[in-house]
């Protein structure tokens, strides 16, 4: 196929960028830079795009309502059940990785692919990538700690927890609120909480940038539309 084409189905930009990029030199095939944009390659070439290995390798994009001890990791020692296993077989058998992990007891929204540019992009602190959370106390969040955590006030290992918003869910007694992050610190939602001296008795992400459960059941998944991709991959998804 046409060095163009080969580069754009690994996701890395569309045809005619790729032309720039290959009159630029900033493709390699088999040690070689090629300047010629009407290159021929096949999949047994070793190409690279500034200085990364490439392959046409379809991107995959899934959507994932999490349940409770499902691991977010490709194969677990111990055997227990990852969010691979949910997803059953799949044509051509992509390998898939999770963006912005969930801890082992905490539900919802978890994206899956094979697409390294964007996960990077997803996972980049610069993104401030929003994420919303339903959580339910053990006792009702008191007002001091509802603006402690409301104002940013709360101190983890890693500094002050940044906090988007905070608000009490209707109907919950005080005990369920709605949390909104973008940072990725690792379990923040919960350590902030137990920070107060509250334990967390659910935990759930019902909101992964533009991305929310609607029509999306516990343990159930769907490939994400032509229109999620692209608002992932090219508009602010802050």
């Known amino acids: 196929m046409r060095l163009n ?30 300047y010629e944009m009407g290159h021929k390659v096949s999949r047994k ?7 990364k290995l490439v392959s046409p390798e379809k ?9 409770k001890d499902a691991i977010c990791t490709t194969k677990d020692p111990r055997g227990r059940r990852t969010v691979l296993d949910l997803l059953g077989y799949l044509p051509g058998k992509p390998r898939l990785y999770p963006v912005g992990r ?14 390294g540019e964007l996960a990077q992009r997803l996972a980049h602190p610069s993104n401030e990538v929003r994420k ?15 603006e ?29 609120v709605g949390i909104q992050i973008h940072i990725g610190w690792n ?23 533009h991305l929310t459960k609607k029509d999306l059941p516990r343990s159930k998944w769907r490939f994400l539309k032509d229109k999620e991709v692209i608002t992932l991959k090219y508009m602010n998804i802050k």
Not at 102 to 112: A, C, F, I
Not at 137 to 144: A, E, G, W
Not at 157 to 166: I, S
């Open 5 to 34: 084409k080969f580069i754009a189905l690994s996701g890395i930009c569309s045809r005619r960028k790729a032309d720039e990029h290959i009159k630029n030199g900033e493709v390699i095939v088999n040690g070689e830079v090629i």
């Open 45 to 51: 070439d070793k190409v690279k795009f500034k200085g």
């Open 59 to 67: 991107k995959v994009y899934i959507l994932l309502n999490k349940p």
């Open 102 to 115: 969930l801890d082992r007891n905490t539900t919802g929204l978890l994206l899956l692919t094979n697409d």
């Open 132 to 146: 919303l959370y339903s959580v339910e106390l053990d006792r009702q969040l008191t007002p001091k700690d509802f």
């Open 148 to 176: 402690k955590i409301k104002s940013s006030s709360v101190e983890l290992e890693e500094g002050t927890v940044p906090v988007d918003d905070l608000n009490y869910i209707n109907g919950t007694g005080k005990k369920g």
């Open 187 to 209: 379990r923040v939602v919960r350590r902030t909480f137990e920070s107060l001296g509250y334990k967390i008795k659910k935990l759930d992400r019902v909101l992964y940038a």
